[in-house]
Every structure is written in C-alpha cells, then in structure tokens.
T-cell receptor, first 110, second 112 residues
Framework: QKEVEQNSGPLSVPEGAIASLNCTYS??????FFWYRQYSGKSPELIMFIYSNGDKEDGRFTAQLNKASQYVSLLIRDSQPSDSATYLCAVRQAGTALIFGKGTTLSVSS | DAGITQSPRHKVTETGTPVTLRCHQT?????MYWYRQDPGHGLRLIHY???????DKGEVSDGYSVSRSKTEDFLLTLESATSSQTSVYFC???????????FGPGTRLLVL
C-alpha cells in the first residue's frame, strides 16, 4: 500500500512564529510533491510544488524535499491567523495517481 | 477555482436512487478527476479522464461510473446511492498528467 503520512495535529503556533508541517511517503518512485491548503468547508488550493531535492521558496512558504529520507516539509514563516487551515501533502507516483495525506490542521493564535 | 464549476453544490437523496454530479471546466484541460473527501480518509480518487470518452478507475471506484462526452464536462454517477457514499465530492483538472491539479468548489452529498 503506497502511503502518504501526515501528523493530523492540530499544530498550534503563535502569530509571527514559524510553522513546520511534515509529510513522509512510502513509494521511492514518487516524482513530484505538492502542498495544498484547505480552509474549512472549502476546496483545496495549491500553495506550491517541488520536484527536486532541496528547498524551494515562495514568499513566506518554503518547501523542502529529501528523497533519500522520503520526506517533504512545508515551512510557513511569520505565521498569520489567516494561515489557520488544513494543509494537505500530495505525492505523485509513476503514472497518474496523486496520493493525498490526510492533512495537518494548523492553528495560528493572535 | 481555475474555471471549474460543480453542480449541484448540495444534494440530499435517498438510499437506492441514482445521482449524477457534474463538473464543468472552461480551461480546456485534458485531464479531469473525481475525488471524495471523508474525515479520517483524506482525498481519495474515484475515477479520472484523460480525454473525451477516455476514463479509468481510481482507488475507490466501486459503485460509481463516469462519462465524458465533451472536453469541458465530466459526470459522476452513483448508480444506486448508499449511505456510505455520503461525502464531499471534488472535481479537479490538470493540463497534463504530471502537472498541478486544480480543484472545483465541491459538492456535499447526503444519502439518507
């Protein structure tokens, strides 16, 4: 069973802190990795994707990928209350399938 | 929502009745997907389409069928709805299989 694992949380951080969200995956053949944000009652929206080992930065968000350890993370700098949401990690394996983790709920307190 | 609409947005139906959900896109993307999202399970792929009349099964396809007669429309049919199909259904699209998937607003389905 090919799996994507996330800690369900909730992860609670104060406003202005760095939030660190983690995701592990079981299939070594996985090729691309996505982070989506989902507000309660809304649809998932893409934050960023990463294909290569290392870091990728976009504004306050940084995705980190370590294929050897089968680990992908999302860092949110200067966390804001508006960042409070569920964050979904998704991993594309060879072929079509995009496998989603169950999500981590982030709560940013003001 | 990247030019994706879903209809209906909410539906209540009874066990044993057929139900059809519609996904419509204005992006002319080749790939379309149907997912269901349930507490404790996350998003799971039901069926996907890689072109007009070209579809394939996903992880949880039992009890569901799909059709795609036009590039812009992808229909999901519950042939005989069951209470276990109560869920939130999301349609997604992507231009190519390896590219980002964009999601529609979702349909909340309650089967009594």
């Amino acid at each position: 069973q090919k799996e994507v694992e996330q800690n369900s949380g909730p992860l609670s951080v104060p406003e202005g802190a760095i939030a660190s969200l983690n995701c592990t995956y079981s299939d070594r053949g996985s090729q691309s990795f996505f982070w989506y944000r989902q507000y309660s009652g809304k649809s998932p929206e893409l934050i960023m994707f990463i294909y290569s080992n290392g870091d990728k930065e976009d504004g306050r968000f940084t995705a980190q990928l370590n294929k050897a350890s089968q680990y992908v993370s999302l860092l949110i700098r200067d966390s804001q209350p508006s960042d409070s949401a569920t964050y979904l990690c998704a991993v594309r394996q060879a072929g079509t399938a995009l496998i989603f983790g169950k999500g981590t709920t982030l709560s940013v307190s003001s | 929502d990247a030019g994706i609409t879903q209809s209906p947005r909410h539906k209540v139906t009874e066990t044993g009745t057929p139900v059809t959900l519609r996904c419509h896109q204005t992006e002319n993307h080749r790939y379309m997907y149907w997912y269901r999202q349930d507490p404790g399970h996350g998003l799971r792929l039901i069926h996907y389409s890689y072109g007009v009349k070209d579809t394939d099964k996903g992880e949880v396809s039992d009890g569901y069928s799909v059709s795609r007669s036009k590039t812009e429309d992808f229909l999901l049919t519950l042939e005989s709805a069951t209470s276990s199909q109560t869920s939130v259904y999301f349609c997604a699209i992507s231009e190519q299989v390896q590219e980002t998937q964009y999601f529609g607003p979702g349909t909340r389905l309650l089967v009594l």
